[in-house]
């Protein structure tokens, strides 16, 4: 079963969470216990896994990632947006989460997030649930 989140992004960077989705997506499926995998199929939007109680962590994140990768710089990718391919690549496409007593094995404080780098787009994000 291969499940895919349409996900409609409203800023240049910004970061998403998801984990209801997810949650939603393995609840669905009846999987009791195995792994998520969560894969997005693009060069400039990434998947994380942080916190999400206090929302100023993520404001953090997003401020600080910035600052290390601006916008403008000695690039030469011609479509202009050497700074998100970098930001994505520091992040990474997909994450993994187990999943025990039909629940994604999350610790308290962590949630799922998709990250937009070169918003906004309509983008994807593919679910893979494998049973064990
Ligand atoms: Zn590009």
């Known amino acids: 079963m291969l499940e895919t989140l349409n996900i409609k992004t409203k800023r240049r960077i910004q970061m998403i969470d998801i984990?209801?989705?997810?949650?939603?997506?393995?609840?669905?499926?009846?999987?009791?216990?195995?792994?998520?995998?969560?894969y997005v199929?693009?060069?400039?939007?990434?998947?994380?896994?942080n916190e999400s109680a206090d929302p100023s962590v993520k404001d953090d994140i997003i401020t600080k990632?910035?600052?290390l990768v601006p916008?403008?710089?000695?690039?030469?990718h011609?479509?202009?947006?050497?700074?998100?391919?970098?930001?994505?690549?520091?992040f990474g496409a997909s994450e993994q989460?187990?999943?025990e007593g039909g629940k994604l094995?999350?610790?308290?404080?962590?949630?799922?997030?998709?990250?937009?780098?070169?918003?906004?787009?309509?983008?994807?994000?593919y679910v893979k649930l494998i049973k064990q």
Do not use: M
């Open 19 to 38: 984990t209801g989705d997810i949650s939603k997506i393995v609840s669905d499926n009846n999987v009791k216990s195995g792994i998520s995998v969560v």
């Open 41 to 49: 199929p693009h060069t400039t939007a990434a998947i994380t896994i």
């Open 65 to 67: 990632l910035k600052e």
């Open 71 to 76: 916008e403008s710089g000695k690039y030469t």
């Open 78 to 90: 011609l479509e202009g947006n050497s700074d998100s391919h970098i930001k994505t690549s520091i």
């Open 97 to 99: 989460i187990i999943i």
């Open 105 to 125: 094995v999350l610790g308290t404080w962590q949630n799922i997030y998709f990250c937009e780098f070169d918003g906004p787009r309509n983008r994807k994000a």
